[in-house]
């Protein structure tokens, strides 16, 4: 109780104190409280109101060198981000430039090494063999003497050798000038992509030549992309492909065309040792 | 009693007519509201120390926010009046808490 008492006493206190008087000193003081809590109510509008209006010129001055330091920061922080992502724009540039050429680069390639269709300005070399007498040799100084005169894309189609053996097509008619645009090889045999390690072996019954693995029987028909006029004048020249064909009673025919198809695909075996190396750059 | 009452009824008036601050007393009104907020803690204290009075409740109210202004006033002619607004407010602030202090010693026994 003793406890009570003085928790009490300080409430009773406040409330007599709070009690209804009209003294003069109380109205006062009412007065004066009104007058706090106005004020308070006016100051805490005009603070949250307009800022600045209220702030003092130093407070101004401060707040302005605030601002126009952190405004550096930021235009410093803006010129950053703007320099990386130039940057970074830039390097999407550079690959996408790395990656079309080597794209391109491997479109070539792949025509180079045989495992891709091409077709470009060309010729057909037809060469009808009815007693059998072209050898290896003779294909083999024909595809070389295409290389030299520039052919990128070479195909050679045969007859299948059962066919061969028997009825032996129609050399001639093939052999006319069928203004056919393109050659349309595969139509009546085996055809063969010529590459670089393509090889020309007689067969033992002399009823074909085997080109990688192929039997291929007479008419051959090669057809080569490259310069129309310097592979056509290649095959013509004295002592060259044609007139050798002409000196074992075989026939060879050029046709040139604006365009013919290489249709035909060397199968590529994955190197099981050979590894790409990585690039060695020439200032070595 | 009369005094909380015209607290709320100050509050109201001041919502309701949502006065704009004299540009003249706008550095002053802070400190002056702070200045007076110490007075009416102090009274209270008072109330509760079984000192109070009211004579010197009035003065120390007036004289508080007179006082203040008045500092503010010269620190504001001698260029450092937000320094001594602030030097105010910490004072004024100090004396709020003990005076805080006090009551709620007196209310709670704590």
């Known amino acids: 109780m003793t406890q009570e008492q003085p928790r009490k006493s300080g409430l009773r206190l406040l409330i007599d104190a709070g009690r209804p008087r009209a003294t003069r000193a109380q109205v006062i003081g009412a007065v004066l409280c009104g007058l706090l809590g106005f004020a308070l109510v006016t100051q805490v509008h005009s603070a949250t109101g307009l800022g600045f209006t209220t702030a003092r010129q130093s407070d101004l001055v401060d707040i302005l060198d605030s601002l126009s330091s952190r405004s550096d920061q930021l235009r410093a922080q803006i010129a950053a981000e703007q320099t990386s ?85 129609a050399a001639g008619s093939v052999a006319s000038a069928d203004a056919t645009p393109t050659a349309a090889p595969g139509a009546s045999g085996h055809v063969v992509r010529l590459v670089a390690s393509s ?33 056509s004048t290649a095959m013509g020249i004295p002592g060259g492909v044609l007139d050798t064909l002409t000196a074992k009673g075989a026939r060879g025919t050029v046709i040139t065309h604006d365009a013919v198809q290489v249709t035909a695909l ?19 | 009693m009369i005094a909380a009452i015209a607290l709320a009824v100050g509050v109201v008036l001041g919502v309701i007519l949502h006065p704009t601050v004299p540009v003249g007393l706008q550095p002053y009104l802070p400190i002056a509201v702070v200045a007076a907020l110490d007075a009416v803690f102090g009274a209270i204290r008072a109330i509760l120390d079984g000192i109070f009075d009211d004579k010197v409740f009035v003065v120390s109210f007036i004289a508080n926010v007179l006082v203040a202004a008045l500092i503010v006033f010269l620190g504001d002619q001698l260029g450092v009046g937000s320094q001594l607004s602030t030097a105010v407010v910490v004072v004024l602030g100090i004396r709020i808490f003990s005076n805080a ?10």
Not at chain 1, 88 to 107: F, H, I, P, S
Not at chain 1, 206 to 222: E, F
């Open chain 1, 85 to 169: 992502l130039a940057k970074l724009t830039g390097g999407t540039d550079q690959t996408q430039a790395a990656l079309e050429e080597a794209q391109q680069r491997a479109a070539t390639l792949e025509i180079l090494a045989g495992t891709a269709a091409a077709t470009g300005p060309g010729i057909d070399l037809q060469i009808t063999d009815p007693q059998h007498q072209v050898a290896a040799d003779d294909l083999l100084e024909a595809l070389e003497e295409l290389r030299d005169a520039g052919a990128e894309a070479i195909q050679i189609t045969g007859s299948a050798a059962a066919a061969a053996a028997g009825a032996t097509p």
């Open chain 1, 199 to 231: 090889y020309f072996v007689d067969a033992p019954d002399r009823s074909g030549i085997v080109i990688d693995g192929v039997l291929l029987a007479p008419p051959y028909d090669i057809v080569a992309i490259g310069d129309p006029h310097t592979m």
């Open chain 1, 266 to 284: 060397h199968q590529v075996a994955t190197p099981q040792y050979a590894r790409p190396a990585p690039a060695v750059s020439s200032a070595g």
């Open chain 2, 101 to 110: 202090a006090a009551i709620r010693r007196h209310l709670f026994r704590a």
